[in-house]
């Protein structure tokens, strides 16, 4: 899935659907007709066009699709992948030219790994990366073919980037509360740790993300010195292995830890459920091992033989290779298998394996089970594959 010359960045990324207008403008007759035959007599809205897009935001669902996305100096464009292979032509396209991006963007609740583009048109573009370390080298990269060419920008970028200045007289009670809020605060989950449940916990990229869309910080470093001022002042507290791990450290910058696996909860909700492993379901305990990889692959199907783009999360202790379907809200594996006992192996590129459906060439791997299950699996570079193999082969 290589490009030509010029090219920035590459990758996989989740989209937003747009309304479409047309369809739009239909249900908007279509509603006419329905309230004519019904007999009513309401006073229908005389501006037909933001009636028809009221009707779209309402009830138009914006469904969520992978596309492979190329960044150039000037525009992003995306494809649609087919049968594990990109298509010739791209899918669409979005003009950097005068655009404004927001990350971390939190409108998704449920997505918490969201860049916001706004184009100069005013059209939303909402793109969803894997991991936070790749929606934000994803969002540096972007921000960086926006204003190319406009070096005072860019050495702005990079001053705010690197800043440490706090607000004047802030309040850390003030950002506690906020933190509380129910419809605006940071959202509490349940997490699992090496076999301890915790309730009302947040991760410690969670905060971060959330002071920095609330603008009580402009950069990732202010945002975890402002998070270690709320450690320290006994406001949150770690839980779990890994945050408590880093408590241990004499330096308050390195007690806070900016990461998707160290857990956090208000000091005052300190009651934790604990559950031992074993009064644990089999299908929880597969998902509380240590995350060591994870990205989007494309897989093909066992039934329909078809390929699919899902996101792959590698976890050890124990060993599990679980995958996801992007286009979803729900948080859940989609499929996964225990990796003791697993083969795992490099497919030759030249032509199409036994088993493989489809012209479906290059980068390509395979997984087989103890069960004698196979699972062929595209990556979108021979590094990439590389990469893979190397972290799932110890864990078999």
């Given at each position: 899935?290589?490009?030509?010359?010029?090219?920035?960045?590459?990758?996989f990324?989740?989209?937003?659907?747009?309304?479409?207008l047309?369809?739009?403008?239909?249900m908007?007759?279509n509603?006419?007709?329905?309230?004519s035959?019904?007999?009513?007599?309401?006073?229908?809205?005389?501006?037909?066009?933001v009636?028809?897009v009221?009707?779209?935001?309402?009830?138009i669902v914006?469904?969520?699709?992978v596309?492979?996305?190329v960044l150039?100096?000037?525009?992003?464009?995306?494809y649609?992948?087919?049968g594990?292979?990109?298509?010739?032509?791209?899918?669409?396209?979005?003009?950097l030219d005068?655009?404004t991006i927001?990350?971390?963007?939190?409108?998704?609740?449920?997505r918490?790994l969201l860049?916001k583009?706004?184009?100069?048109?005013?059209t939303?573009?909402?793109?969803?990366?894997?991991?936070?370390e790749?929606?934000d080298?994803?969002a540096?990269d972007?921000?960086?073919a926006?204003h190319?060419?406009h070096?005072?920008?860019?050495?702005?970028?990079?001053?705010?980037?690197?800043?440490?200045?706090l607000?004047?007289?802030?309040?850390?009670?003030?950002?506690?509360?906020?933190?509380?809020?129910s419809s605006?605060?940071?959202?509490?989950?349940?997490?699992?740790?090496?076999?301890?449940r915790?309730?009302?916990?947040f991760?410690?990229?969670?905060?971060?993300?959330?002071?920095?869309?609330n603008?009580f910080?402009v950069?990732?470093?202010e945002?975890?010195?402002?998070?270690?001022?709320?450690?320290?002042e006994?406001?949150?507290?770690?839980?779990?292995?890994?945050?408590?791990?880093?408590?241990?450290?004499?330096?308050?910058?390195e007690?806070f830890?900016?990461?998707s696996t160290a857990?956090?909860m208000?000091?005052?909700?300190?009651?934790k459920?604990?559950?031992?492993k074993?009064?644990?379901?089999?299908?929880?305990?597969?998902l509380?091992?240590?995350?060591?990889?994870?990205?989007f692959?494309?897989?093909?199907?066992h039934?329909?033989?078809?390929w699919?783009?899902?996101r792959?999360?590698l976890?050890?202790?124990?060993?599990?290779?679980?995958?996801?379907?992007?286009?979803?809200?729900?948080?859940?594996?989609?499929?996964?298998?225990s990796l003791?006992?697993?083969?795992?192996?490099?497919?030759?590129d030249?032509?199409?394996?036994?088993?493989v459906?489809?012209?479906?060439?290059?980068?390509?791997?395979?997984?087989?089970?103890?069960?004698?299950?196979?699972?062929?699996?595209?990556a979108?570079?021979?590094?990439?594959r590389?990469?893979?193999i190397?972290a799932?082969?110890?864990?078999?």
């Amino acid at each position: 899935m290589q490009e030509a010359a010029g090219v920035l960045k590459e990758g996989f990324l989740v989209k937003r659907g747009k309304v479409n207008l047309p369809s739009a403008l239909l249900m908007y007759q279509n509603a006419i007709v329905s309230v004519s035959l019904q007999g009513s007599h309401e006073k229908l809205p005389t501006n037909g066009y933001v009636a028809a897009v009221e009707v779209a935001m309402g009830h138009i669902v914006r469904n969520w699709k992978v596309r492979w996305f190329v960044l150039l100096q000037d525009k992003l464009l995306y494809y649609k992948i087919e049968g594990g292979k990109k298509e010739p032509s791209p899918k669409g396209r979005i003009l950097l030219d005068g655009c404004t991006i927001t990350c971390p963007c939190l409108e998704y609740e449920n997505r918490p790994l969201l860049i916001k583009l706004k184009t100069k048109t005013n059209t939303d573009y909402f793109l969803e990366c894997c991991s936070r370390e790749e929606r934000d080298s994803w969002a540096l990269d972007i921000t960086g073919a926006i204003h190319a060419g406009h070096p005072v920008q860019v050495q702005e970028l990079h001053r705010m980037k690197n800043s440490f200045k706090l607000l004047e007289n802030i309040s850390l009670h003030h950002i506690v509360e906020r933190m509380c809020d129910s419809s605006t605060g940071i959202k509490l989950t349940r997490n699992l740790q090496q076999g301890n449940r915790y309730k009302e916990t947040f991760t410690g990229s969670a905060l971060v993300d959330w002071l920095i869309s609330n603008s009580f910080a402009v950069s990732r470093f202010e945002a975890i010195t402002l998070a270690s001022m709320l450690m320290e002042e006994n406001f949150i507290k770690p839980v779990g292995a890994r945050s408590t791990e880093a408590t241990r450290f004499s330096d308050l910058s390195e007690q806070f830890l900016d990461d998707s696996t160290a857990l956090y909860m208000f000091a005052e909700s300190s009651k934790k459920n604990i559950s031992s492993k074993e009064e644990l379901q089999f299908n929880i305990s597969e998902l509380s091992g240590t995350i060591v990889k994870q990205g989007f692959l494309v897989k093909q199907g066992h039934k329909r033989k078809n390929w699919k783009v899902r996101r792959f999360v590698l976890r050890a202790d124990p060993a599990f290779l679980h995958y996801y379907d992007p286009t979803k809200e729900e948080n859940r594996p989609v499929g996964g298998f225990s990796l003791r006992g697993c083969l795992v192996s490099a497919l030759e590129d030249n032509g199409v394996p036994a088993g493989v459906k489809g012209n479906v060439q290059g980068n390509l791997f395979k997984i087989i089970t103890k069960n004698d299950i196979h699972y062929y699996i595209q990556a979108s570079s021979k590094a990439e594959r590389a990469q893979w193999i190397e972290a799932i082969k110890p864990l078999t």
